[in-house]
Structure formats: structure tokens, C-alpha cells
Nanobody
Framework: QVQLVESGGGLVQPGGSLRLSCAAS????????IGWYRQAPGKQRELVAH???????NYADSVKGRFAISRDLEKNVGHLQMNSLKPEDTAVYYC??????????????WGQGTQVTVSS
């Protein structure tokens, strides 16, 4: 089994920063795509940023220049550095990863989510 666990969420004032982490554990052979999504109350889940196994990144227009996604291949961890946070960034943030396990089967896994609240 594979588990993804997010951490790093919390309450921050507008203009502040947070760094989210997504740690994968289990019988992992490799991790490909990692994506960070968010879902605000009453809204659909949206893709915030993703990073491929080769390190290519892509961002939603609303976070370009403020957020940065990264990964540590050796530690099976993904990060989302969030700077210049705005109240509209308030949401539950989820990570998704495409994980190949020891049997060489690949599937997508989701973390449980971490709350980010931007408020004064």
C-alpha cells in the first residue's frame, strides 16, 4: 500500500508564506507526476501546480509567480512553496501522485488534504 500525507497547512496573514509537503510511503518503486490541487468551499477542485518526473512544471495562472512546486526524488517528497498568499488562496490543498509500486503497477494516489487559510 502507498500513503500520501500532506503537511504544512495553517493560518497565515495575507502576504505571508507557507510550504506544503507531500510525503509518500509504502512499497514505492518510483513516483512520476506530482500535482497539487485545491478545493475551496462550494467550488470544484482545481489544479494548482504539477511537476513531472523529468522536473517540468506547470502552474495555474492564478498562482504563477507566487507558488513554486518541487520534489525530492530520493525522499519521495513533493513540496509547494506558497508566497504572497491572498485570501482567495484559502482552500483545502491536496497532493496527487502517480506511483509505481514494487509490482510495477502504476496508479494515482491522493493525500487526505491540508487546510490553508489566508486571513487577517
Amino acid at each position: 500500500q502507498v500513503q500520501l500525507v500532506e503537511s504544512g497547512g495553517g493560518l497565515v496573514q495575507p502576504g505571508g508564506s507557507l510550504r506544503l509537503s507531500c510525503a509518500a510511503s509504502g512499497s514505492i518503486f518510483s513516483i512520476g507526476y506530482i500535482g497539487w490541487y485545491r478545493q475551496a468551499p462550494g467550488k470544484q477542485r482545481e489544479l494548482v501546480a504539477h511537476i513531472t518526473s523529468s522536473g517540468s512544471t506547470n502552474y495555474a495562472d492564478s498562482v504563477k509567480g507566487r507558488f513554486a512546486i518541487s520534489r525530492d526524488l530520493e525522499k519521495n517528497v513533493g513540496h509547494l512553496q506558497m508566497n504572497s498568499l491572498k485570501p482567495e488562496d484559502t482552500a483545502v490543498y491536496y497532493c496527487q501522485a502517480f506511483v509505481t509500486i514494487g509490482t510495477l503497477n502504476t496508479r494515482a494516489y491522493w493525500g487526505q488534504g491540508t487546510q490553508v487559510t489566508v486571513s487577517s
